[in-house]
């Protein structure tokens, strides 16, 4: 008789990980700026994208106090997140996994939209998704049916990201692991040169819409503002020392301040209009030139504009002759995609999910310089 | 009952804390985690938390409500803990319950009968950083601190001729008069769910999440732009 004791026991079956769904249901948290956003989608099918934003908290201040961001973060959160499901009739159950902005962006800030949804993983013991706010802007192309076939991204992609918080030139081979930077701001990023730019003709907060605005009763050939780090010196590639694709915007603001100065120097009516169209031009200017530069030199052959920017007049028509110069398909999300949302984080933590990538351990922290080689963490 | 406490006024904590057992006894922990540091609240709490539940066999089922300790406390820690313990409520549908975060001290200094010259106040004070202390004023009434004045922020130097409990005490041991053995505790959430549970138990009116900031954001309005003239620069 066979003793039992010394026969083989088959080992236990680990159970199995659950297959990743093919459109995984998935709710996106943003915090890094002053946007407290919640969205839903499943797959590239956006359910649901609910902003709740401070900014005008911070209209009296000119640009956005970290501190008062965070306040309204913590008080904005929970009530997001309710009306997000309410809104996407979906119960947390239901869904695959949270995803949430772990960087770049104001440390305080990220951090409620971190804790939240790490808690919401505790709470409800869904895989979380910690990713890169960039990466997102990108990701949320996927959720704008009228802009690419059949949910995928075309090859050869590249974007360009223009926010009060960012000024980036991406290369995007694959949204879960493979984005480069080409180019980014040294200084302030474009949107924020609108805001003190908006301060020093005192026309108001945010500056992108209130410069927009009024330049276009202004002549934008009126003055020939400084294009920042297009000196010949500067145009040597980043591997030679040099910012080819960076942008500067500080000495541009200098330049306006001065020649607001000047005319009230002389006692004369400052050219609001006129100087408002000419410090546009030479942002857009030097924006769109590099890019385009950097499409033509990288092979990029479709262009995503991303970012709060994205909505800017000046912006979308001077690339979209450029970019038709080059032949180049230019590609701009619906506007409540471009500005800061949890859709976009909950498109690009649904790629991540598909893309077979491990969930973030909890333990993760915020990163307020996330670089975009890291898509998720 | 049993309660989830959390609490990241100064250092990042969170307890099981319950009164089954005899009518008599106080409420225990049941189980807890408390780091050292101040400064990475966002990494450590989900995890600790996690861990804690699972280690105590805790599911959201067998909770009776949230508690947070809502400050006073440097605030990017506060709102770690707070925006936790409201996400966790939302989702197990459990009431959520706000508790001053020096109470955890003073719970501490009545339970362990330290202060035992009755009638006579006593000061709680925590580091508020930038060389100020958070701090209040408590008297003991039957075994219970009574909250008598604060939480204020402000240099230490500046406090009533009390004897002092917490870390506050500590830093500023020079100024105040600290009570060994007491001057570096920091509130924590075993500490500050018993006193929950007992105040839930008698009936306490419930207090709310809202923050305890104590200061304003700093944000500083800009001042009108000085307008270059011709007269101003001779
Ligand atoms: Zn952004």
Redesign the pocket.
Known sequence: MVSRATASVPPVPEPPEPPVPREPLVLGIES??DETGVGIVRGTRLLTNTVSSSMDEHVRFGGVIPEIASRAHLDAIIPTLGQALAEAGVELDDVDAIAVTSGPGLAGALMVGVCAAKALAVATGKPLYAVN?LVA?VGVALLDTSLFDGGQLPDNLGAL?V?G??TEILRVRNLADDVELLGATIDDAAGEAYDKVARILSLGYPGGPAIDTIAADGDRTAFRFPRGLSAPKYMKSKADGGHRYDFSFSGLKTAVARCVEQFEARGETVPVADIAASFQEAVVDVITSKTVMACREHGITTLLLG??VAANSRLRALAAQRCAEAGVELRVPKPSLCT?NGAMVAALGAQVMVSGAAASDLDFAPDTSMPVTSSHL | MLILAIETSAVASAALVTDHGPPTALPRVRAEFVTEDTRSHAEVLAPGIRQMLDDAGTGPGDLDAVVAGVGPGPFTGLRSGIVTARTLSFVWNRPLHGMMSLDSVAWRVAVDGVHDDAGSDFLVATDARRKEVYWARYRLADGMPELHDGPHVGPAAGLPQLPVYGAGAGLYADVVDAVPGYAMIQPEAGALGELALLRLAAGARPVDTTPLYLRESDAKVPGPRKRATGAGRS
């Open positions: 890094s700026c706010h802007h990201l926010s918080g960012h970012g709060g800061d």
